[in-house]
C-alpha cells in the first residue's frame, strides 16, 4: 500500500515511472478517509485538491525532489489562497494572501499539499487541546493526547494520512507531540530554516521542522526547507549541507552527554527504562556516553514562560479587529470594539499567555522579568556549549511522561507547562534538536532526545539512522 511508503520511497518510485502522483494521493486519501474521524489530524484538508493537482502532475516529467509526494502543513504556516486559521476564532476565516518561504521551496520541488493540520491556538499548548474548533487525539490510544502544539502534523504521519508533515518548535511543539505519536520530529538550529510565512508566537524562538516516520525522509525535506532568506531577518547565511548524504555514516566513537539535571526532573520510571535500554542500544553501536552538567536548566520553564509569553503579547497585538482577521459584532466605540473582538476572539491559554506577557513587560517589571530571563538564557546557552567542548551531542527523554489523558491537565497550566521541560532549554540556546521513537510501553511510544551543536542537524540524522536500522520503529503503525 502506497500510504504506508515514505516520502524518498514514493519520489523514487513516482521518477522511475512506476507510480503517478494521483495514485499516491489516492492512497493517502482512502488512508485520511478510514482514519481521520478518530483522530482529527486536519483543520482544513484538501485531498480533493491535492487529487486535481497531482492529475497535473501526471501529465508532466517528474522534476523536483519531492515531485508528486503530499505533505501535510501546520495550521500557522500559510499557503496562498488557503485559510490559515491558527486554530484560533480570531483568524478562522482568515485566507493568506501569499506562501510562506518554506512552501515555495516545497513547491519548487514538487510537492503536492494536503491540508492544514490542527494544533494549539497560536502554537501556545502541549496537548492540541487549546485548539478552537475540536482536540486531536492520540492514534496510538485514541483517549490521550497528541502532544502539542504540532498535534495534527504529528498525528497524521502516525496515522499514514500523510508521508511527512510540518511543524513548528516554540519549545517543544515539534519534538513532544514526535515523542507521543510515536514519529521522528526534529527542530533545525534557530535560523536554519526561514520564518517568513510562519505566523510568529515568539519570535526568537519559533523553528519550522519536520515531521516523519524515516529519517530519510526528514533529511530530505529539511534539504528542501533550509537556506538563507532575504526577507527573515533572523535567517542564517549557512550552508545548508546535502543531509541525505550523512545517513548511513558511522556512529562509532561519538560522544554522548548524558546532563545529570534533566534526570533530577520527575522523570516517569517507565520513561526511564525505556532510555536506559536506548543508551545501552547505541553504546553497542560504538557509541561512548559520559555525565555532562547543565547547571541552569532548572531555570529554564521559568525563563521561558517571561521570554515567549512577552513576545506574544506583543506579536498579538496586530489582532485587533480592524484590518483582517474577526470583528466583534457589537460595540460602542473603537475601544470596545478592541477589547471586544480580543475578548471573544482569543481563547483561555492564549489571553492567560498575553496578561503574563503584557505584565512582564510593562513599566517598572521589564528589567525584573524581562531582562533577567534573557540574561538566564545566556547562562543556559553557555552552558551547553561548554559541554559541547566534551560531547558531539546530549541526550535525554523527550518527555518527562507517557502520553497523558485527554482533559488530565486542562484545569492545571503547571502541570501542562511541565510536560516541556526537556524540551524548551533547546529552543532558548538555539539548538537543533531531534526526537526519535525509543520504546513502547504498553502500546504507548517513547521519544527519546538528541541535540546537536548549532548547524550540527546532519550528526542528529546520522544517529537517528543507525538507531533507526536496530529499531525498525517506523514499521509500527497504530492500529485504530
Avoid at 86 to 93: D, F, G, Q, T, Y
Avoid at 228 to 237: G, I, L, M, Q, Y
Avoid at 363 to 380: E, H, P, S, T, W
Wanted: glycine residues 8%; negative net charge; hydrophobic residues 40%.
Amino acid at each position: 500500500m502506497l500510504w504506508q511508503k515514505g516520502a524518498k520511497e514514493l519520489a523514487e518510485l513516482i521518477g522511475k515511472g512506476e507510480v503517478r502522483p494521483s495514485e499516491v494521493v489516492e492512497s493517502f486519501l482512502q488512508r485520511f478517509e478510514e482514519t481521520e474521524e478518530k483522530v482529527r489530524c486536519f483543520i482544513t484538508p484538501y485531498y480533493e485538491k491535492a487529487l486535481d493537482r497531482a492529475k497535473e502532475l501526471d501529465k508532466g516529467k517528474p522534476e523536483g525532489t519531492l515531485f508528486g509526494v503530499p505533505v501535510a502543513v501546520k495550521d500557522n504556516i500559510v499557503i496562498k489562497g488557503e485559510r490559515t486559521t491558527c486554530a484560533s476564532r480570531i483568524l478562522e476565516n482568515f485566507i493568506s494572501p501569499y506562501d510562506a518561504t518554506v512552501i515555495e521551496r516545497l513547491r519548487r520541488a514538487g510537492a503536492v499539499f494536503l491540508g492544514k493540520t490542527n494544533m494549539d491556538e497560536f502554537a501556545m499548548g502541549s496537548s492540541t487541546e487549546h485548539s478552537a474548533f475540536f482536540p486531536t487525539k492520540n492514534p496510538w490510544d485514541t483517549e490521550r493526547v497528541p502532544g502539542g502544539s504540532s498535534g495534527g502534523s504529528a498525528a497524521t504521519v502516525a496515522v499514514g494520512s500523510s508521508p511527512v508533515s510540518l511543524g513548528s518548535d516554540t519549545g517543544g511543539s515539534i519534538r513532544q507531540p514526535a515523542s507521543f505519536c510515536g514519529v521522528i520530529g526534529i527542530k533545525p538550529t534557530y535560523g536554519r530554516v526561514s520564518r517568513y510565512g510562519l505566523v510568529a508566537f515568539a519570535s526568537s524562538l519559533d523553528q519550522i521542522g519536520v515531521f516523519a516516520r524515516r529519517t530519510e525522509d526528514v533529511a530530505l525535506l529539511l534539504e528542501v526547507i533550509s537556506g538563507h532568506d532575504e526577507r527573515d531577518s533572523t535567517s542564517a547565511k549557512v550552508p545548508v549541507p546535502k543531509f541525505t548524504a550523512e545517513l548511513g555514516k558511522e556512529v562509532k566513537g561519538l560522544k554522548v552527554g548524558l546532563p545529570k539535571e534533566f534526570f533530577e526532573f520527575d522523570v516517569q520510571r517507565e520513561v526511564k527504562e525505556s532510555f536506559d535500554a536506548f543508551v545501552k542500544e547505541l553504546t553497542d553501536l560504538g557509541c561512548e556516553f559520559v555525565e555532562v552538567s547543565l547547571p541552569h536548566v532548572k531555570y529554564a520553564i521559568p525563563a521561558y514562560y517571561i521570554i515567549a509569553p512577552s513576545e506574544a503579547s506583543s506579536n498579538l497585538a496586530r489582532y485587533d479587529g480592524v484590518r483582517y482577521g474577526y470583528r466583534a459584532k457589537e460595540y460602542n466605540d473603537l475601544f470596545e470594539m478592541y477589547s471586544r473582538t480580543r475578548d471573544e476572539g482569543f481563547g483561555a491559554e492564549v489571553k492567560r499567555r498575553i496578561m503574563l506577557g503584557t505584565f512582564a513587560l510593562s513599566a517598572g517589571y521589564y528589567d525584573a522579568y524581562y531582562l533577567k530571563a534573557q540574561k538566564v538564557r545566556k547562562l543556559i546557552y553557555d552552558d551547553f556549549m561548554g559541554a559541547f567542548e566534551k560531547v558531539d551531542l546530549i541526550a535525554s527523554p523527550t518527555t518527562p511522561t507517557l502520553p497523558f489523558r485527554l482533559g488530565e491537565r486542562l484545569e492545571n497550566p503547571i502541570e501542562m507547562y511541565l510536560s516541556d521541560v526537556l524540551t524548551v532549554p533547546v529552543n532558548l540556546a538555539g539548538l537543533p534538536g531531534i526526537s526519535i521513537p525509543i520504546g513502547w510501553v504498553e502500546g504507548l511510544p517513547v521519544g527519546g532526545q538528541l541535540i546537536a551543536r548549532p548547524w550540527d542537524e546532519a550528526t542528529l540524522l546520522r544517529v537517528s539512522y543507525a538507531w533507526e536500522q536496530v529499531s525498525r520503529h517506523h514499521e509500527r503503525i497504530p492500529q485504530l
